[in-house]
C-alpha cells in the first residue's frame, strides 16, 4: 500500500507563495495519477490539480490554473504543488492523493496540510 507524506504549508499574505510537496512511498510509480485537492471550512473537498506521473500531462481546476503548478520529480518520487499569487480562499487544507490510471477514484491521500492566506 502506497503511502503519501506531506510537507509544506502555512500562513502567508495574500498575493505571497507556498510550495507543498508529497512523497510517495513507493519507488516505481508509473502508472499512478496524482492530484492535489482541498477542503475549506465547511465546505466540500474539491480538485485542484492532477498530474500523470509518467509522461507529466496535467489538468488544472479554474481556481488553480495560470497561479498553481504541479509537478513531480520522479527521482525523489516527490509531488509538488506551488502556489505564488495567493488569495484568501485559498485557505484550506490541502491534501495529495494518488490513484491508478485505470480506476476512477483516487484511493490513497497524504494526511493533509493547512494553507492559510492572510488578507
Known amino acids: 500500500q502506497v503511502q503519501l507524506v506531506q510537507t509544506g504549508g502555512g500562513l502567508v499574505q495574500a498575493g505571497g507563495s507556498l510550495r507543498l510537496s508529497c512523497v510517495a512511498s513507493?519507488?516505481?510509480?508509473?502508472?499512478?495519477?496524482m492530484a492535489w485537492f482541498r477542503q475549506a471550512p465547511g465546505k466540500e473537498r474539491e480538485f485542484v490539480a492532477h498530474i500523470y506521473w509518467s509522461g507529466g500531462r496535467v489538468r488544472y481546476a479554474d481556481s488553480a490554473r495560470g497561479r498553481f503548478t504541479i509537478s513531480r520529480d520522479s527521482a525523489k518520487n516527490t509531488l509538488y504543488l506551488q502556489m505564488n499569487s495567493l488569495r484568501p480562499e485559498d485557505t484550506a487544507v490541502y491534501y495529495c492523493?494518488?490513484?491508478?490510471?485505470?480506476?476512477?477514484?483516487?484511493?490513497?491521500w497524504g494526511q493533509g496540510t493547512q494553507v492559510t492566506v492572510s488578507s
Open positions: 513507493e519507488r516505481t510509480f508509473g502508472p499512478y495519477v
Open positions: 492523493a494518488a490513484r491508478s490510471r485505470t480506476e476512477d477514484a483516487y484511493n490513497t
